[in-house]
């Protein structure tokens, strides 16, 4: 019992079945347990209609029941679809528009090869980003009686905006402010970062506004001068910064 985590009877059913049928007493049955609720092809069906209404159990559920005549939970639904692969997480933003084919393949060269420099310790690759926080709850659905509506307390929060330079070793570099960030924000933590660096450095930083600006791109013979190179990931539509070499970034 202690070494199969099973009770007495087990122990019982099967000995009797070895006395009965020797070994062959001992395998499971083909058809024991619980039958599927689905067949693979209606577990098929049921994933397809999952990537059509990825948001709603209710459209599944009442998709099943009228082409399966099936009457399912919602949690039945959600195991069938974790068996399949599936899972519940939260959807992500991506840029607008796509990125040339062309260009997309080289930067993806040049920062696998970034990637075995900094392997080899002969860099310190960097991915450098901003992010902001507050304590401003996010106010969910819920269900609620008509005459009873749940309520929470207002309340006003700072923002606190993080700037941070992350390796790949997961060892985070990071400057907090409350102030909005700007590009003058953006330069002054790169310039302090500059002088930690000691070994050549290599940032990864994409394309948003604050990194394009006059004052940011005036800059770089400056970093370049301590050692730290930027790589960006995306070239600016006007040619306003291109990469060379997988590391280089220069102004026109």
Sequence with gaps: MAIFQVKRATIYDWFNAFEQRSFAGLYDKKGKGRKPTFTPQQQIQIKEWAKQFPKQLNKIRAKIFDHFAINVSHKTIERVLKALGLSWRRIRRKPKGEPDSVEYEQKSDQLDRLKQLDKAGIIDLRYFDESGFCLVPYVPY????????????????????????????????AYTFESSVNS??????????????????????????VHTSDAFTDKIPFWRAKGLELFLLVTQKDNKYRCHKGLRVEKG
């Design 142 to 173: 819920a269900w609620q009686e008509k005459a009873d509506t749940i309520e929470v307390e207002t309340s006003r929060s700072k923002r606190l905006n993080v700037l941070g330079f992350l390796n790949r070793e997961n060892e985070l570099t």
């Design 184 to 209: 003058d924000v953006v330069i002054a933590c790169i310039d302090e970062f500059s002088t930690t660096i000691t070994i050549p450095t290599v940032l990864v930083i994409d394309n948003a506004t």
